[in-house]
């Protein structure tokens, strides 16, 4: 009797240590909004956005969602972050063999026409970069805190309150808002189906979205929104991977 009072007592001990054990706590913001690999499309998104805080080509998106240009989303949709899977086709029956006909079949009409050679698709000319700010830059590509990002996506460029961020380049502001976590007040550009370019940070934003820009226009007010110092972070996109400015700015004489 008293050793089935013992083995009682123990177990409720152990019973006791397990209830305490807290659940681990999952927080994905992304999962929150649309399910684990979907995103809810929110105020103020566009397909660009989008596209830009997941690290995925415009186009691509469009794809997997079956969105056509000119890529209009609704508030409350939601869109897939991954390649839809294939259904699988199952293979034919086995059965008899197939012999083939002892003469050869004749060629449909369309078929024996010949067909034009495939014209070569147009490579995109390349984007034309001037510097979007003046100032030192202080972070380079791949280097530096970046809001709890993995390195640097742009470049950050120190300034002073008021100076004014221009276009880097001539296009078409694709997204202007504050809703990219570590970005602050952010604009987007796009300059043609390979580049997009990003400018951060801003006090102040000058320009609509869906405005046609010129390069060297004046897009936006540097400031602090989203970080610490007046500075623009300029980023690069091509093909929706973030590439090194620098690579494309012309050189700096000093």
Same mark, same amino acid.
Request: overall charge positive; proline content about 10%; aromatic content about 6%.
């Given at each position: 009797?008293?050793? $089935?009072?013992?083995?009682?007592?123990?177990?409720?001990?152990?019973?006791?240590?397990? *209830?305490?054990?807290?659940?681990?706590?999952?927080?994905?913001?992304?999962?929150? %909004?649309?399910?684990? /690999?979907?995103?809810?499309?929110?105020?103020?998104?566009?397909?660009?956005?989008? *596209?830009?805080?997941?690290?995925?080509?415009?186009?691509?998106?469009?794809?997997?969602?079956?969105?056509?240009?000119?890529?209009?989303?609704?508030?409350?949709?939601?869109?897939?972050?991954?390649?839809?899977?294939? *259904?699988?086709?199952?293979?034919?029956?086995?059965?008899?063999?197939?012999?083939?006909?002892?003469?050869?079949?004749?060629?449909?009409?369309?078929?024996?026409?010949?067909?034009?050679? *495939?014209?070569?698709?147009?490579?995109?000319?390349?984007?034309?970069?001037?510097?979007?700010?003046?100032?030192?830059?202080?972070?380079?590509?791949?280097?530096?805190?970046?809001?709890?990002?993995?390195?640097?996506?742009?470049?950050?460029?120190?300034?002073?309150?008021?100076?004014?961020?221009?276009? $880097? $380049?001539?296009?078409?502001?694709?997204?202007?808002?504050?809703?990219?976590?570590?970005?602050?007040?952010?604009?987007?550009?796009?300059?043609?189906?390979?580049?997009?370019? $990003?400018? %951060?940070?801003?006090?102040?934003?000058?320009?609509?979205? /869906?405005?046609?820009?010129?390069?060297?226009?004046?897009?936006?007010?540097?400031?602090?929104?989203?970080?610490?110092?007046?500075?623009?972070?300029?980023?690069?996109?091509?093909?929706?991977?973030?590439?090194?400015?620098?690579?494309?700015?012309?050189?700096?004489?000093?």
């Amino acid at each position: 009797m008293r050793r $089935a009072l013992l083995v009682g007592c123990m177990l409720a001990l152990l019973a006791g240590c397990v *209830a305490r054990i807290p659940a681990p706590i999952h927080n994905d913001g992304m999962a929150l %909004a649309g399910g684990r /690999g979907y995103y809810r499309v929110l105020p103020g998104d566009t397909l660009y956005s989008i *596209a830009f805080e997941t690290g995925h080509d415009y186009r691509t998106l469009a794809r997997w969602n079956h969105i056509p240009a000119p890529y209009r989303i609704e508030v409350g949709e939601r869109l897939r972050l991954s390649a839809p899977r294939r *259904a699988r086709v199952a293979p034919p029956p086995a059965g008899r063999p197939v012999r083939p006909p002892s003469r050869p079949l004749s060629m449909p009409l369309a078929q024996r026409v010949p067909s034009r050679p *495939a014209q070569p698709r147009m490579r995109v000319s390349a984007v034309r970069w001037i510097w979007p700010a003046r100032g030192v830059v202080k972070e380079t590509f791949g280097r530096g805190p970046l809001s709890g990002r993995p390195g640097n996506r742009g470049i950050d460029i120190l300034g002073r309150p008021g100076e004014p961020v221009r276009a $880097a $380049a001539a296009g078409r502001v694709v997204y202007r808002g504050s809703r990219l976590p570590g970005y602050g007040k952010l604009i987007i550009i796009k300059e043609n189906n390979e580049y997009l370019s $990003a400018y %951060a940070h801003n006090a102040r934003i000058k320009v609509e979205e /869906g405005a046609m820009v010129r390069q060297g226009e004046v897009i936006a007010i540097m400031g602090d929104s989203g970080t610490n110092r007046v500075e623009l972070e300029f980023e690069i996109r091509r093909r929706g991977i973030p590439v090194n400015p620098l690579r494309y700015l012309p050189v700096r004489h000093h």
